[in-house]
T-cell receptor, first 112, second 114 residues
């Protein structure tokens, strides 16, 4: 079945640094979504992308829907301590629009 | 606006027992979907309910079942628990269905099977 390969699995960065993570698939997706999960909480939607090539920002976060429709990236600029958590990509495959697939997450650690 | 409420938050069961988890969606949301989250596998889709009907189902054995009531509240049940069922079970609601992808998650029910 479809899989989303999310990388990196974990990141250790200094406060103030920019962060980049991505998600790839061997098949085409109609929608790409990025969620963040804080410890002890459920995931929260950060950005939703619906069109190939779309670039969307939400504060310090920017995400893009790849033009091949097989990938997406999320950038976080000037990281702060509250950015710590797990970031998940998710998407609806083009051939099974009724399904949603999640990546395994990128765990972000911020060093003081 | 109240968020998605899941109960219980934590529970411990032994192998062979069964468990029922509850989810109250955001008011006005008619779709409820369930996910199993484990450290190695990430978020795995269990099933989705819309207007009391199961609309989609993931690749889990028949021991996992669910239902939705007329007020959109949903329950999931796991029978004959196995050690591997230990996980965080997340419920998400959305207005019309998870096709839009805009899911609102609860805090989850953490199940430990001994």
């Amino acid at each position: 079945g479809q899989q989303l390969n999310q990388s990196p699995q974990s990141m250790f960065i200094q406060e103030g640094e920019d962060v980049s993570m991505n998600c790839t698939s061997s098949s085409i997706f109609n929608t790409w979504l990025w969620y963040k999960q804080d410890p002890g909480e459920g995931p929260v939607l950060l950005i939703a992308l619906y069109k190939a090539g779309e670039l969307t920002s939400n504060g310090r976060l920017t995400a893009q829907f790849g033009i091949t429709r097989k990938d997406s990236f999320l950038n976080i600029s000037a990281s702060i301590p509250s950015d710590v958590g797990i970031y998940f990509c998710a998407g609806h495959p083009a051939n099974r629009d009724d399904k949603i697939i999640f990546g395994k997450g990128t765990r972000l650690h911020i060093l003081p | 606006k109240a968020g998605v409420t899941q109960t219980p938050r934590y529970l411990i069961k032994t192998r062979g027992q069964q468990v029922t988890l509850s989810c109250s969606p955001i008011s006005g949301h008619r779709s409820v979907s369930w996910y199993q989250q484990t450290p190695g596998q990430g978020l795995q889709f269990l099933f989705e309910y819309f207007s009391e009907t199961q609309r989609n189902k993931g690749n889990f054995p028949g021991r996992f079942s669910g239902r939705q009531f007329s007020n959109s509240r949903s329950e999931m049940n796991v029978s004959t628990l196995e050690l591997g069922d230990s996980a965080l079970y997340l419920c998400a609601s959305s207005l019309g269905g998870f096709i839009t992808g805009e899911l609102f998650f609860g805090e989850g029910s953490r199940l430990t099977v001994l």
